[in-house]
């Protein structure tokens, strides 16, 4: 072995050797190239960089001509102008020359066409905090020229250099000259054409993002360890300093060592040699390692059979124990030299099942076996009995022939006790089930099959699947529809969900059967059934007293807001006959003059005409308010409809003023223009704008406020509330305002600040607003710490958020109506 193994690695190594002299040379002649391209690309840049210093230094100095002309008092704004348009069109990386006074107010600007909006400068305007600014007073403090430190621009804002040359006036700082280079520009013109197109040139600020220019992508393999980095040498910029660097990268001239094809054909072939050494010195062990696999079976195999808790017995073709395992033996409690050899009857034999057990070894030795084996009980050295189980198969020598049969017996006392308790705890299930109130039942998907039913569906719907079917039916819970119950896509061929059964969720109705005279709440869920099938789950409870109990506060809920209209109505009583009084007295009037006219025979036909014209005017104006009164009081079934926003506040609007008259309050109002309709109730909502605005008049007349302060306002305008678009309507007063304590229970039932009041009227308005989806609050208005009135506010969604809501319920529902 020893020969062998030197035969084998001795090539090996030598050839591995002779790689590594390869690839040595191969890394050797690399680098010195590598030397010499950044030896050239070093010297390179440093030309390029006195290049562009050169024409900043020139440009400088042209700015420092004109400022020194300034301050010599010898150009004026005009020729100022002028000298700037010629060097920014002679030179273009100016992109503008600005002339800016001691207060920083900009006297003369010119900028190329180039420059964009946002960086333009215009004469008169003072110079903004920023960089020109602190550039500024650095310039003022040091009274010589200063550049500014460029940073990369943002969006489509190319960064601008800035160059600010001090004005000095007898002596005084005067301002300064300020230019601003494009920076690209400046790397276009500036550097050398044969720099350019050798390498990737660009201009970097002091963080090193890019001012101009376009760097080189990484390359792919940088990440990997033979790759070489990017040849590439960066500079200052003077007079700028480190605030302008420029940079250079070389572009890749050569592939490299790894990209020599000779180095791949020198290490392709040691490779190939390697791998023919190895493949021999394979083949010379390949007899060792069949024996060594050899005697692993043997022990693998025997170590399992002592591991396993499953026991082993082997009987010959007469029935006598020829093999035994520790785990049999365990089980029993005898040793395998007291088993093996043992005829029938074993020692293990339970007494009086002898008979049985003779039979079945019988079956057992004539081939008469159960694929799913025989129960047995088994008796253990100690006298305890346990259940087992016993496998039988054939035993196989090495020609093919059976000399026995091996037994395999498990413990099966555990097994058999869990399965117990799961029937009885399965019976108690079902008793509990058929005690429900509800009925419940199971029906899997696409088929008539019942599942299970317990005792309340039998009774309603007999044993049949209809039943189920039309409570889903009926409630509209899609039976296999994966879109509608949250399963996901659905398998082509079975028409079933294919995603994991815990994303469903529960769907759930309120029907009426009126085989059954009952309202049912329809409850589903799907599941998977014991025998893995997608189920459907229906659970109907009897709800018709509940329902009842909804139809009958909806009826008193109804008759109270009638009730209420009549209430205000009564309560405004004298209000609405003092507006009925005028145009009746009216026409009395002109009845009374035509006739006294006619008997003088001084009425004309036109003075006649004229007269019942009026007349017939008055008329109609009662007319119309007794028939507002009589549609805000009729007695009408809750009619949710699209309602117009501008006639409810109308229609509220003509009879609050009524009110609001008799107590000598102006009413203003401001509703929006183009409001959106409403999904709802147009009397009602009339209700509560009355209640409010009346309410409202009695806190200032109880205030006792001056005339000029007697007003109500009414505000209708559009908001959104909790991401959700409204109609806000703001009733507000400038009465006395709500105590605190009074501002605890505003909202509760039979609670009232009026002596004779029922305090009804504001818990009807919410319980209005809240069944309309709305929300309605109230606050008190401040002048500091004094109470200046009250602000009653609510908000109705629009239409095409509320219907959906509105229209999924057939009777409001009892906290609606508080």
Known sequence: MRQDRFATLAPLAAVMMFLAAIVASFWYLRSEEIAREKEALKRDV???????????????????????????????????????????????????????DERRRIRATQAAPTVTSSQLRVSGEVLKTGEAADLFRLARELQQPVYSLPAAGTGDVAPLLQLQVPLSLQGRFGGVVLAEYSIDSLLRYGTPTEVLARYAVTLLD??????????????????????????????????????????????????????????????????????????????????MRAQEALIVETNFRRAMENSILTGMRALDLHGRITYVNSAFCQMTGWTEAELVGQ?????????????????????????????????????????????????????????GQQTGWMTSMTDITEPNRVREQLTASHERFTIVLEALDASVSVAPLGSQELLFANRLYRQWFGSQTGGHLEMVAQAGLPPSSSSSTGLGEEDELMGLPMDPLARARTENAEIYRSDLGKWLEVRSRYLNWVDGRLAQMVIATDITPRRVAEEQAARQAERAQSVSRLITMGEMASSVAHELNQPLTAINNYCSGMVSRIQSGNLSEEALLTALQKTAHQAQRAGQIIQRIRAFVKKSEPNRTLANVHDMVAEALELAEIELRRHNVRLTHHVAARLPPVMADSILIEQVLINLMKNGAESIALAQRPPALRSVELRVVPRQVESMEVIEFTVQDTGRGLAPEVLAHLFEAFFSTKSEGMGIGLNLCRSIVESHQGRMQAENLYNATEVTGCRFSFWLPLANMADSTINSAATPHPRTIA
């Open 343 to 399: 005829t029938p009857p074993y020692s293990y034999w339970p007494e009086g099942e002898y008979d049985k057990l003779h039979a079945n070894l019988r079956d057992e030795l004539s081939g008469k076996t159960v694929p799913g084996g025989f129960q047995v009980r088994v008796r253990r050295k100690s006298g305890t009995l346990f259940d087992a189980r016993l496998y039988v198969s054939p035993l196989i020598d090495a020609r």
């Open 206 to 287: 002091g963080t090193g993002h890019v001012l101009a220019g376009t760097p080189l992508a990484p390359r792919r393999n940088a990440l990997w360890p033979w790759a070489t980095k990017a040849n590439a040498y960066a500079i200052p910029v003077s007079p700028v300093g480190n605030g302008l660097v420029l940079r250079a990268q070389a572009y890749r001239t050569s592939l490299g060592v790894v990209g020599s094809g000779l180095f791949w054909l020198v290490g392709t072939l040691s490779v190939m040699t390697s791998w023919l050494l190895i493949a021999t010195w394979r083949h010379t062990r390949r007899r």
């Open 46 to 100: 440093e030309y390029a960089q006195q290049r562009v210093r050169l024409r900043l230094l020139e440009r400088q100095e042209q700015i420092m001509r004109i400022a020194r002309d300034i301050s010599n008092e010898e150009l004026e704004r005009a020729d100022f102008v002028s000298r700037a348009e010629a060097l920014i069109s002679q030179y273009p990386e100016l992109q503008s020359i600005t002339w800016v």
